[in-house]
């Protein structure tokens, strides 16, 4: 009897050691077949990860904004402004009932920048240049009595109410620039929204004799086309962009600047091939960020600040 229950006891023994065994084996062999499926999943992860093509980060383009630089030139200096094509900015003209500075029409108007335009006279004050604004005709100066009834300019006046003009169309739902003769029409499928009117045109070729200003057989020469002087001028690059350009003679030299012919060349290097000559002399003025240049300095070198009667405008769309 008691060598049964030795043998059951040992029987037992044996039993659980087996059982033992059995379990320890079969938890090496889940812990094995665990450390098997962790590295196919992570090798099938490193390759999913290595063979998938990245996707480039594209960056977003900046904003087109308004380009401030300066060029100095032998006896004057340059102040150019670039509005690029489409961007958010438009160029139009504005006209002053009284004659007024670059910055009040830039504080009247909350304008980027400012260029004066067109021509007019001191005197009465009206403007001797067209000026169209949202298709309306505002300046006329056909209703100039001080130009209309001037016995100098009789032999001229159909080539003054002929001048260049710096336009603004809209064709569909497009806004484009261009330079071009007050008599001429508009391209098919625009409509005429602003103009003013100044010259003559600098590029692509200057036409001072066809616009007036020079008459050489009579010797006239209504801007010293030759002679330096602060000049100002508008121009358009061939992708549409818009170059304003004021050229201010240098206070150390004051009877210094640029001739016309002199003027046209800054503008094609510049890249515009279209441009034209705007009011300059006293009038030259360019207000940009709060800043205003002028162009014409007196004997002493100090800075001649005339009020004009037009401008161009830059402002925000």
Known sequence: MCRRSKIQSSFAVECATVCRDRVSLKVRKIKLLSLILISLAMALWFNLRSSTPLI??????????????????PQSIAHILLIPANSRFLVTPALSQKVATVEEFAQKHRAVAILNAGFFDPVNQKSTSYIVLQGKLVANPKEN???VNNPNLKPYLSQIFNRTEFRRYLCGQTISYSIALHSESPPAGCQLVDAIGAGPRLLPELTLVKEGFVDIANKRDALGSNQPN?????????DGSVVLVMVAQKPSAPANGVSLPALAD??????????????????????YNGKTFYGKVDLEGNSIKRPVKSVLLVQEN
């Open 266 to 287: 800054l503008m094609k290097t510049l890249g515009t091939d279209k441009a034209m000559n705007l009011d300059g002399g006293s009038s030259s003025s360019v207000y």
């Open 56 to 73: 480039p980060t594209v960056a977003s383009s900046p904003p087109k904004t308004i380009r401030y630089f300066q060029r100095t030139l």
């Open 230 to 238: 602060a000049r100002t001028a508008v121009g358009i690059t061939r």
């Open 145 to 147: 009595e001080r130009l």
